[in-house]
C-alpha cells in the first residue's frame, strides 16, 4: 500500500480538517470563554470555513502551494493573534521541503517543524506558558522522531496526535504566561488551552482521515 497522499487527497484531508475545527466551534467557544476573550472557537471556525471555501475553488500543483493558501486564507480570514499563529502553521511548510505533489511523512515533519520555529519565533513562546506550542511541539516532536525511524505516515501522524492531546492534558496544569489568558494567573490552572486544544483537533482529524483512507483502498 503507497505510504503518502497525492495531492486530491491532502485537499480532502483538508476538508476533513475543516469540517472538524467548525463542529468544535462551541467546544472551543466555551474554554476561551472562561480564560479569554471568548472568541476562539468563532474564529477558527471563520478561518476554516473559508479554507473549505478556497479549497473548493482552487487546484494546485504541490503541497506546498496548498499549505501556503490554506495558511493565507487562515491569516485573511481569522485575523488577529490566532490568525498569524495559525496561518503561520501552514505558510511557513512551505519552503522547508522540496516542491511535491505528494505528502509523506518526511515532509509533513519537515514542513511542520519549519512552522514550529517560526512560530516559537514571532510568539516569544515556549512549551509551559500555556498557549497552542503545549500541544504543537509535541506532536512536531512525534512526527520527527517516527520520520526518522521510518515509520509509515499513518502512524507518524497517529502518533502526532497522541502527543498533541497529552499536551492538552498537560496545559491543564500550567499558569498563563501569555496572551488574555495571563490576566487571569493562577485561575487558568485546571483548564487547558484552546489554541492547544485546536491543535489536537487539527492532528486527530489529519490521522482519522488518513487512516479512513487506507481502509478504503
Partial sequence: MKDYLEIKEVK????????????SEQQLTDID????????????AIGFRAVD????????????ELFKEIGMTLLDAMGGASGVIFGTMFISG??????T???????????MQKSLDNIKLRGKAKVGDKTMLDSYEPAVQ???????????????????WT???????????YCAKKGRAESYGKLSIGLPD????????????MSRYIQMRGENK
Fill in 94 to 99: 512551505y519552503g522547508a521541503a522540496p516542491q
Fill in 33 to 44: 470563554k472562561i480564560i479569554g476573550d471568548g472568541d476562539h472557537g468563532i474564529g477558527m
Fill in 142 to 160: 512525534a512526527l520527527e522522531e517516527c520520520s526518522r525511524n521510518k515509520l509509515s505516515l499513518s502512524e507518524g501522524v497517529k502518533q502526532a
Fill in 12 to 23: 480532502e484531508m483538508f476538508r476533513f480538517i475543516s469540517r472538524q475545527i467548525i463542529s
Fill in 101 to 111: 505533489n505528494l505528502l509523506d511523512l518526511d515532509t509533513l515533519s519537515k514542513m
Fill in 53 to 64: 471555501e478556497a479549497l473548493d475553488k482552487m487546484e494546485f500543483d504541490t503541497v506546498n
Fill in 194 to 205: 484552546p489554541g492547544a486544544v485546536s491543535v489536537s483537533i487539527i492532528f486527530e482529524a
Fill in 163 to 173: 502527543a498533541a492531546k497529552n499536551g492538552v492534558e498537560a496545559s491543564k496544569k
